[in-house]
C-alpha cells in the first residue's frame, strides 16, 4: 500500500478554556510510504512521531493536511471501519501494557481472526493463529489458555506482531517496537520487520528513537525534531553523512557498544525543551553550533539537496 | 463457574472471609426460615407477652405477644431485601453514569459529571427524612431499598469515571480496538475486572448503608414499622421500654443481629477488598498455574 | 590498587507468599568480585538478571520480601572496614550518602512531588552534616553551579522539570556529599539519546572530580562502552564473565556475552544479525546445570548437569562456562 | 489575574450551578410526591375539631399560602428564590408564627459547636493516630489499636450512642441523660452556664469522637501504608534521613491532601450527621428541629434546614477547591 502524507498539521490546546496555549506537535509534515518499505520516522520524544502515527491510525484527528491510502482520503477510507483495521494494523510500544493482563492472549488473536472475517469457524481461526504465530517463532500450543503475565516482554512482542498480521494487513505501524524488548531478543524481532516487506509486501512505519536498528532495517528515514520533519531520505545517505545539525548531533550521541570511539565534544542539553515548540524561527537554532541571524527569524523551507529533503538555511 | 469455585476456595484461606461468611450464611439461613414460620408477623398478642427464651420461644417473646425468633427471621428477610435492593440500584447507576462519562467524554460527560456533583452537594439525609416521611404509607422495605440507591451512588460514579478515564489511556484499550472488539466486549473484557474491587466494595458498603439507614428511620418512626425489620425490632424495644423493664432477650436479640451483621459485612469487605485488588491478583495469575 | 568493595558469594532471593502458595526467587544466586578504588565497575544483563537486586544488596537496602540468604558485601574505607550486610542501623544510616550513595532507576517517582528540589538537598545536607541552615542553602547552589546545572531548577517542584532534568537532579542529589561509591541503578534508562549522553557525559565528569568508586548497572551495552572500565555480565542471578571493557568487547569469551554483543545492531552496518534464540529463565524455576544451557548453541551434556563455576581465565579475567578452561 | 480567570471564576460559576440544582431538587421532590402535605395536616387537625366547609377552604388557603404553594408550579418557584434571597423562610408551622429563621438562629450554635469541635478532634487525632498505625504497623502496639478500630468502626452508631448512654447514665450515673443544659438554667455567658454546657455535651461529643477517631485513623492508615511505598519515600529512607522528617515531611505531607478533603465534606455534612446524634442525647440543635419539624410536617423548616445543608456542602467544597492549590503544588503549576 502507498500512504501519501500531505502538509499535515496537528495543533493541541493546552490548558484550560479560561488560558488557552496551542502547542503545535505536528507541524505541515509531508511523506510518503512506498508500497513494501519499511520507512521511519526518528526523533525524541515529544517530537510528534507518534501523534502523526495516530493520525495514520484514524486514532486522533488531524488539524489540517491530507493522508491517502492509495490514492483514498483516510477519511473516505476510515468509514468502513472494518475494512480500515484490516488493512491497517499496529504493534504498540510496550509489550507489558499492549495486552489486558486479565484477558487471555488466544481471548486477542480469535477476536481478530472471527470479527474480520478472516475464517468462519474456531478451527479454521486456530490454523491461522497457527500459521501467524509460526512466523514469529511460536505456536498455538505455547499460547493456548494463557494469560499475558506469563509470557516474557519478547515473547509478547512476538504475539503482538502475530495478531497484527492475522488480518493479512497493508500497512503496518510499529511505535517503539523493541524499545522495550531485552537486548538479546531485540534483533530477532527487528529482522521480523525487515522480512515483512520483502515477505509479505507490507509497507511498515517503524517508529523509534534508537538509530542503531532504524539503520538496521529502515528504508528510509525521516528525523523529526519538535514537529517538523528536519531530514528525510535514504537511510543510510542521511545516517552516513547526515546533513541537518540536529541529525548530526542525534547521530553522535548514539552511545556503539566500542569502547573505542570515544567522546571527545560535549553536548549542551537544552533547559527549556518546552519553550522551543512555541519559537518563530527554526525551533534548533537555540542548540545549534552553525546559528546564525535568519535562523532565529524565519523558520527554514524544505531544500532538495542531492535526493533528500533538508530544513535548514545552511543549506539554501 | 469453576474459576468462580477456585477464587471461593482461595478466598476461604483467609480468615476474615471465614468469619464473615459463617456469619452470613447463619443470617440468611434465618431470614430463609421466615418462610416457614408458624406465625403471622402482623398480628400482635398471639402468645403471652414477655416470656424469657425457652425451649417453646428460644428467644422469648416481646410486649407485643410475639415470638422473638420467628419476628427476627421476617426482620432479617426484609432487611436483607431492601439492602440488596439499595445496593444493586446504586451500583448500577454508578456504573452505568461513571462507565458512560468516562468512555464518552465530551458533552455526556459534562452533562453527567454536573448530576453527579449535585447529588454530591444533596442534603441526603434530611431529604430522604423528608421524603420518607411524605411517602410513609407506600414504604416497603424495597421501594424504601430503591430511594436509598437512587440517593447513594454519586460518590462511586465520580470514581468509576476516574478510574475509566485512566483506563481509556492504556494501550490494551488500543489492542482490543485492532482487534474488532466490540464496545461491549471492550466494557466487560477490559474495564470490569479493573473496576471490581469499587463494585464489590461499594455493593457491601451499601448495603450497610441501607440497613443503617432503615434502622434510623424505624427509631425515629418514619417508616411503616408494623413491617417487621432490623429497624422496627429497635423502634418497639425502645417504645415498649424493654431495657428499663429488664426484658434483656428483648435487648439483645437486635443489637447483637445488628452489630453481627454489621462485622460480617464489613470483614467481609475488607476480605474481598485485599483479594480483588488488581496489583495481587495480576501476579497470582501467574504463581496459581 | 586498593580494593575497595568486596563481595563474597553474595546470595539474596524474595519470597513470596501467596494465599497459600510460596515461591523463590533467586534472584541474587552466588555472586563475588571486587571493585578496584576509583574505579568504574559496570553490571550488565537482562531484565530479570538479578542486577538490580545485586545493588540495592550492596547498598544494605535488603527488606521483605527480600531476604540475604548468605554471603558478605565488605566496603574498605580508609579509616575501617565495614560489612554492610551486617551493621546495624544506626550505623547504616550514618554510612549512606555520605560514604556510598544510590542512584535510582527511574527518576520519575523519587522525589517528593510537594516538596521544592532546593529542600530535597537540604534534608540530605542538615542529616548528615552539621550545616547551618544558610550554608546549606549556599552548599546547594555552589554545586549546582559546578556542575553546571540551573539554578532555577532549585526553586522548582520536581513535576515542573523534565525527565532528563530531573535524572540529573537525582544524580545530583547523590552527589552532593562526594560520597566515596555510588551505586547507579539503571541511571539513562528511558532518556533520549541525546540527554543520555548528557547524564552520562555528568557521571564521568563527578567520577573524574570527586576521584569516586561508580558501580554502573545497566542493560545497554552501548552504555557500558562509554563509562565502565570494567563490566561483569550478569545472566540468572550469577556473574557469568567478568572482563575490563575493552577486552568485553572485543574478544567475548562466554557464549552469552558473544551473542548479546554481536546481536547488537550498530551505525554504519546493514549485515544481517540473529538474536540469541529463546529466552531468560525464570529466576524462580532455573534449568539444571548451567542457566544458558537451553538457549546456548555449543551447549554440551556437562552443561546440563553440573553448573560451571566462575573460574580466572586470565590476570584480569574471569568465566563460568565449561567450554572455556582456566 | 490568570489564576482567577482559569481558576476562580469556572469554579464559583459550578458553586452556583450545584446550589441551583440543589435547591430545586428539594423544591421538586415534596411536589412531586403522590402525598400533598396540606391535605395531611387538615386530616390530623379535622379529626380533632369539626370546622364548617367553609372555614377548611379558609384554613387551606392560609395553609398554602404559608407553604407557598400557591399558584402554578412556575411562579411557586419564583417565589421561592424570591423569599430564600431575602433569607425569608417564611413561619414555622408548628411554632407558629414564630419565622423559621429565628428557629434556626436558635439551634444552629449547638449543632455548630458540637459537631464542629467533635469532628475536628477526631480528625486530628485520627490523623496522628492513623499515621504512627500505617508508618509502625509491625510493632505490637499499632496492631493492637488497628484491630481494636477494626472492631469499633463498622458498629452502627446509634447501638454505639446507645450502649453509652445505658453505661454512663443508668449504669455508671455521671453524665446527664440528655439536653444541652439543665432545666432551669439561665442562658448565659457565665462560667456555671458553660461548665453545665460541657458536662452536656461530653457524652454526645465522645460517641461521635471515638467512632469518628476509628474512621480517620484506618482511612489515614491505609494512605500512610500505600504512600510508605511510594519511590519518594523508600528513597528518603536511602537517603538516611531520619523517620521523623520522614514522616513529617515525606508521609504525612502527602497523606494530608486526600484527608483535608475529606474533612471539608465531612464538615460541610454536619447538618445531616447532626440529627441522630442529638436526637438520641436530645440536643437542642439543627438535628432535633428538623425531627420535629418532620414529625409535624413543619415544611418551611425542612425547606430552610436542606436550603442551608445544600449551602454548607457546596461552600465546603468550593473553599477546599481554591485551598488545593496553596497545598498541592502540582495543582498550583499546571
Keep these: 500500500m502507498k500512504i501519501v502524507v500531505r502538509n499535515l498539521v496537528k495543533i493541541f490546546k493546552v490548558g484550560s478554556i479560561f488560558s488557552l496555549k496551542k502547542l503545535t506537535a505536528v507541524d505541515n509534515v509531508s511523506f510518503d510510504i512506498l508500497p513494501g518499505e519499511i520507512f521511519s520516522l526518528v526523533g525524541e520524544s515529544g517530537c510528534g512521531k507518534t501523534t502523526t502515527a495516530k493520525i495514520l491510525l484514524g486514532l486522533e484527528e488531524p488539524t489540517a493536511g491530507e493522508i491517502f491510502y ?51 469457524s474456531r478451527e479454521k481461526a486456530e490454523k491461522i493463529i497457527d500459521e501467524k504465530l509460526s512466523i514469529v517463532g511460536m505456536s498455538f500450543g505455547e499460547v493456548r489458555d494463557r494469560y499475558p503475565n506469563e509470557f516474557s516482554g519478547g515473547q509478547l512482542q512476538r504475539i503482538s506482531i502475530a495478531r497484527a498480521l492475522l488480518t493479512n494487513p497493508s500497512f503496518l505501524v510499529a511505535d517503539e517496537p523493541v524499545s522495550m524488548v531485552d537486548a538479546s531478543l531485540r534483533i530477532s524481532i527487528v529482522n521480523l520487520f525487515k522480512d515483512l516487506g520483502e515477505r509479505f509486501g507490507i509497507s511498515v512505519l517503524y517508529i523509534t528513537h534508537d538509530l542503531s536498528t532504524t539503520y538496521y532495517v529502515a528504508d528510509r528515514i525521516a528525523v523529526m525534531f519538535r514537529g517538523n520533519i528536519v531530514e528525510m531520505g535514504n537511510t543510510q545517505e542521511v545516517l552516513d553523512n547526515p546533513l541537518h545539525p540536529y541529525t548530526v548531533l542525534l547521530k553522535v550521541s548514539v552511545p556503539i557498544p566500542n569502547p573505542e570511539t570515544s567522546w571527545d565534544e560535549r553536548v549542551d542539553l537544552s533547559t527549556l525543551e518546552r519553550e522551543e515548540y512555541f519559537t518563530k524561527g527554526c525551533k534548533f537554532a537555540g542548540r545549534c553550533p552553525h546559528v546564525k541571524e535568519i535562523c532565529k527569524q524565519l523558520q527554514p523551507p524544505d531544500i532538495e539537496c542531492g535526493g533528500r529533503t533538508v530544513k535548514c538555511w545552511l543549506y539554501k | 463457574m469453576r474459576k468462580l469455585m477456585y477464587s471461593l476456595s482461595e478466598l476461604w484461606e483467609d480468615p476474615k472471609f471465614k468469619y464473615s461468611s459463617i456469619v452470613l450464611g447463619l443470617l440468611i439461613f434465618i431470614s430463609i426460615l421466615s418462610y416457614f414460620s408458624p406465625y403471622d408477623p402482623y398480628k400482635w398478642y398471639l402468645l403471652p407477652t414477655n416470656q424469657p427464651p425457652s425451649l417453646r420461644h428460644i428467644l422469648g417473646t416481646d410486649g407485643k405477644g410475639q415470638d422473638i425468633f420467628w419476628v427476627l427471621s421476617f426482620s432479617l428477610r426484609n432487611s436483607l431485601m431492601l439492602a440488596v435492593v439499595a445496593a444493586v440500584v446504586s451500583r448500577v447507576i454508578a456504573l452505568l453514569v461513571g462507565i458512560l462519562s468516562g468512555y464518552l467524554g465530551g458533552a455526556v460527560d459534562r452533562l453527567l459529571m454536573a448530576l453527579t456533583d449535585t447529588f454530591i452537594v444533596m442534603p441526603v439525609f434530611p431529604l430522604l427524612l423528608l421524603l420518607s416521611s411524605l411517602i410513609k404509607n407506600y414504604l416497603t422495605p424495597p421501594v424504601l431499598g430503591l430511594i436509598v440507591g437512587v440517593f447513594s451512588w454519586s460518590g462511586d460514579a465520580r470514581v468509576v469515571r476516574s478510574m475509566v478515564l485512566s483506563l481509556r489511556e492504556r494501550e490494551f484499550m488500543i489492542t482490543s480496538k485492532f482487534s474488532g472488539m466490540t464496545v461491549k466486549e471492550v466494557i466487560v473484557g477490559d474495564l470490569i475486572p479493573y473496576l471490581l474491587p469499587i463494585i464489590s466494595g461499594g455493593f457491601i458498603g451499601s448495603m450497610m448503608g441501607a440497613i443503617g439507614f432503615e434502622v434510623v428511620l424505624s427509631i425515629l418512626g418514619f417508616v411503616r414499622v408494623e413491617t417487621p425489620t432490623l429497624g422496627s425490632m429497635f423502634h418497639w424495644m425502645i417504645n415498649f421500654q424493654a431495657m428499663l423493664l429488664g426484658y434483656w432477650w428483648w435487648v439483645l436479640t437486635p443489637i447483637v443481629t445488628a452489630i453481627l451483621l454489621f462485622t460480617a459485612l464489613y470483614t467481609l469487605s475488607l476480605s474481598v477488598n485485599e483479594y480483588l485488588d488488581p496489583r495481587t491478583r495480576v501476579q497470582r495469575i501467574v504463581v496459581v498455574k | 590498587m586498593r580494593e575497595i568493595v568486596t563481595v563474597e ?27 578496584c578504588e576509583g574505579e568504574i565497575y559496570g553490571i550488565a544483563g537482562e531484565s530479570g538478571c538479578g542486577k538490580s537486586t545485586l545493588l540495592k544488596v550492596l547498598f544494605g537496602y535488603t527488606k521483605p520480601p527480600l531476604r540475604l540468604v548468605d554471603g558478605s558485601v565488605i566496603y574498605d574505607f580508609d579509616s575501617q572496614k565495614l560489612n554492610i550486610t551486617a551493621v546495624n542501623h544506626q550505623l547504616l544510616r550514618r554510612v549512606r550518602w555520605k560514604y556510598i550513595s544510590y542512584v535510582p532507576q527511574g527518576s520519575m517517582n523519587v522525589l517528593n512531588p510537594v516538596r521544592k528540589v532546593r529542600k530535597i538537598f537540604m534534608d540530605v545536607l542538615a542529616e548528615h552534616t552539621d550545616m547551618s541552615k544558610e550554608e546549606a542553602f549556599y552548599e546547594v547552589e555552589k554545586y549546582f553551579e559546578a556542575l553546571g546545572l540551573p539554578l532555577r531548577v532549585l526553586d522548582s517542584f520536581p513535576h515542573q522539570l523534565s525527565g532528563g532534568m530531573r535524572q540529573r537532579v537525582t544524580i545530583a542529589l547523590a552527589t552532593i556529599l562526594k560520597p566515596k561509591v555510588i551505586l547507579a541503578d539503571e541511571p539513562t534508562t528511558a532518556l533520549d539519546v541525546v540527554v543520555q549522553r548528557g547524564v552520562i557525559q555528568l557521571l564521568k565528569d563527578i567520577h573524574d572530580e570527586q576521584k569516586c568508586t561508580l558501580i554502573i548497572v545497566t542493560h545497554d551495552m552501548g552504555v557500558h562502552a562509554h563509562l565502565s572500565s570494567r563490566i561483569c555480565v550478569m545472566y540468572a542471578g550469577k556473574i557469568v564473565e567478568e572482563a575490563p571493557s575493552n577486552k568485553m568487547f572485543k574478544d567475548p569469551l562466554h557464549p552469552y556475552t558473544k551473542l548479546l554483543i554481536n546481536s547488537l545492531p550498530s551505525l554504519g552496518d546493514r549485515r544481517r544479525r540473529e538474536g540469541i534464540p529463546g529466552a531468560p529463565p525464570s529466576l524462580s524455576n532455573l534449568p539444571p546445570g548451567c542457566p544458558f544451557h537451553p538457549r546456548c548453541p555449543s551447549a554440551r551434556s556437562v552443561c546440563m548437569e553440573r553448573e560451571p563455576a566462575l573460574v580466572t581465565v586470565e590476570r584480569d579475567r574471569r568465566v563460568a562456562c565449561w567450554m572455556v578452561e582456566g | 489575574m490568570k489564576f482567577i480567570k482559569s481558576y476562580l471564576i469556572p469554579r464559583i460559576i459550578q458553586y452556583l450551578y450545584m446550589v441551583v440544582i440543589g435547591i430545586t431538587l428539594i423544591f421538586l421532590i415534596p411536589r412531586l410526591s403522590p402525598v400533598d402535605p396540606v391535605e395531611q395536616i387538615l386530616n390530623t387537625r379535622l379529626r380533632i375539631q369539626s370546622t364548617t366547609p367553609e372555614a377548611i377552604l379558609k384554613i387551606r388557603e392560609v395553609m398554602e399560602e404559608l407553604y407557598g404553594l400557591k399558584g402554578s408550579l412556575w411562579e411557586q418557584y419564583i417565589n421561592m428564590w424570591k423569599r430564600l434571597l431575602k433569607g425569608d423562610f417564611g413561619p414555622s408551622i408548628v411554632y407558629y408564627p414564630a419565622p423559621v429563621i429565628v428557629l434556626i438562629r436558635n439551634s444552629l450554635p449547638w449543632t455548630i459547636g458540637l459537631l464542629t469541635l467533635t469532628t475536628l478532634i477526631s480528625w486530628f487525632m485520627g490523623l496522628v493516630l492513623g499515621t504512627f498505625l500505617g508508618y509502625s504497623k509491625k510493632s505490637s502496639l499499632s496492631r493492637i489499636w488497628t484491630a481494636v478500630f477494626m472492631a469499633i468502626n463498622p458498629v452502627p452508631y446509634y447501638i454505639f450512642a446507645l450502649t453509652l448512654l445505658l453505661l454512663f447514665c443508668y449504669v455508671i450515673p455521671i453524665f446527664p441523660l440528655g439536653g444541652g443544659f439543665s432545666v432551669g438554667q439561665r442562658v448565659a455567658l457565665t462560667w456555671s452556664f458553660i461548665k453545665d454546657v460541657i458536662k452536656h455535651g461530653t457524652l454526645p461529643a465522645l460517641s461521635l469522637i471515638i467512632l469518628g477517631l476509628s474512621g480517620w485513623s484506618l482511612g489515614t492508615k491505609i494512605l500512610v501504608q500505600n504512600l510508605s511505598e511510594e519511590d519518594y519515600v523508600v528513597y528518603a529512607q536511602m537517603m538516611g534521613l531520619s523517620d521523623q522528617k520522614i514522616l513529617y515531611s515525606y508521609v504525612l505531607r502527602n497523606a494530608m491532601l486526600p484527608q483535608i478533603t475529606g474533612l471539608g465534606l465531612s464538615l460541610g455534612g454536619i447538618f445531616g450527621g447532626a440529627m441522630m446524634t442529638e436526637i438520641l442525647f436530645t440536643y437542642p440543635g439543627i438535628g432535633t428541629l428538623a425531627y420535629n419539624a418532620v414529625r409535624a410536617n413543619d415544611y418551611n423548616v425542612m425547606i430552610a434546614i436542606s436550603f442551608f445543608s445544600i449551602i454548607a456542602v457546596a461552600t465546603a467544597l468550593l473553599i477546599l477547591d481554591l485551598l488545593y492549590p496553596l497545598i498541592d503544588p502540582r495543582i498550583r503549576y499546571r
Design chain 1, 70 to 120: 492509495d490514492e483514498t482520503p483516510l477519511e473516505d477510507f476510515i468509514r468502513d471501519k472494518k475494512e480500515f483495521l484490516k488493512k491497517v494494523q499496529l504493534i504498540q510500544q510496550n509489550p507489558f501494557s499492549t495486552f489486558n493482563p486479565f484477558r487471555k492472549i488466544e481471548d486477542y488473536l480469535f477476536k481478530t481472526v472471527l470479527r474480520f472475517g478472516i475464517a468462519d
Design chain 3, 9 to 35: 558469594n553474595l546470595k539474596a532471593y524474595y519470597f513470596i507468599r501467596f494465599m497459600g502458595n510460596q515461591t523463590t526467587v533467586r534472584a541474587v544466586n552466588g555472586v563475588d568480585f571486587k571493585v
